[in-house]
């Protein structure tokens, strides 16, 4: 028992007092840049898309002959198909659907809108997502689009940029391309809430410049065409839209032929016809 004292002492030693350890601050971590956010509810996301596409089994058929049509054009994969489908941000409001395919007499117009897309908007700005395209005149009529909206005729796409950037330099960004390239492509440009932006291919004009780059970048917008740039964001008093129906086999549209911009385009002064 005496030899075991000093082991049985050992043990029971307290043990040194440690040296407090220094907690870093937690470092505050960037909000995730989520810009279709304001404009995409649920039932209009991808697995929205995937309970609509599985409701109908004509839609099948659909979705791959419109694939298919891009793919010929040279257009596909610029954006994911399925987006392409997309209708109003207020479909749920309207009594409309989450997405659409546009009639197929309607595809050529997406055609160069894309094109414009893929030349002068992804390479400017990066990667982007589509979060209005194609609207049955209802519900164009009540999400608030203008009476000749060319989302009406599958020619417009409103984008948000998938890349962190400003409002203010994304506007002088695309701006600078549109002065540049954009009368060719008949390319529309317009600007609407948050980072929500419009590409069209009906005319040369732009439209919504903020007093931030107003005068390096002034809109281009005559009188004559305030009926196709209406604000595309829910009213206060929506109406019932009524829905798509399947429509039958119909022959595929002709491919149109692009129509490359040349460069050094001018910008035409307020006016002149463009």
């Known amino acids: 028992m005496r030899a075991l004292g000093p082991a049985l002492l050992f043990i ?6 440690q040296a407090p350890v220094a907690v870093p601050p937690l470092i505050a971590q960037p909000a995730v840049w989520d810009p279709a956010a304001p404009y995409i509810t649920a039932g209009q996301d991808e697995p929205g898309y995937r309970s609509w596409y599985l409701a109908a089994p004509f839609r099948a058929a659909q979705v791959k002959s419109f694939n298919d049509y891009l793919a010929r054009a040279d257009v596909g994969g610029i954006v994911p198909t399925w987006e392409l489908f997309r209708t109003a941000t207020s479909w749920k409001d309207c ?6 395919i546009a009639p197929t007499e309607e595809w050529p117009h997406i055609v160069q809108t894309l094109r414009y897309i893929r030349d002068y908007v992804i390479p400017a700005v990066g990667p982007v997502e589509p979060v ?4 049955n005149p209802a519900l164009n009529v009540c999400a608030g689009g203008a009476p ?3 989302h009406r005729t599958y020619s417009a796409i409103d984008l948000v940029p998938l890349r962190p950037i400003d409002r203010v330099t994304l506007m002088r960004t695309l701006c600078v391309g549109h002065t540049e390239h954009g009368a060719p492509y008949h390319a529309g440009l317009g600007f609407y809430a948050f980072m929500r932006f419009h590409i069209d291919s009906t005319k040369f004009r732009r439209w919504n410049m903020d007093p931030a780059v107003a005068a390096e970048c002034p809109a281009i917008l005559h009188p004559e065409d305030v009926a196709s740039v209406g604000q595309p964001l829910p009213p206060t008093s929506p109406t019932p839209a009524t829905g798509a129906t399947p429509s039958g086999p119909a022959a595929t549209p002709a491919i149109p032929a692009a129509q490359p911009a040349p460069t050094g385009v001018k910008t035409p ?3 002149q016809p463009h």
């Open 132 to 135: 209005s395209v194609y609207r």
């Open 12 to 17: 029971a030693a307290p043990l040194p007092a």
């Open 95 to 100: 009594g409309g659907q989450p997405f659409e």
């Open 148 to 150: 000749e909206s060319a």
């Open 269 to 271: 002064e307020r006016g």
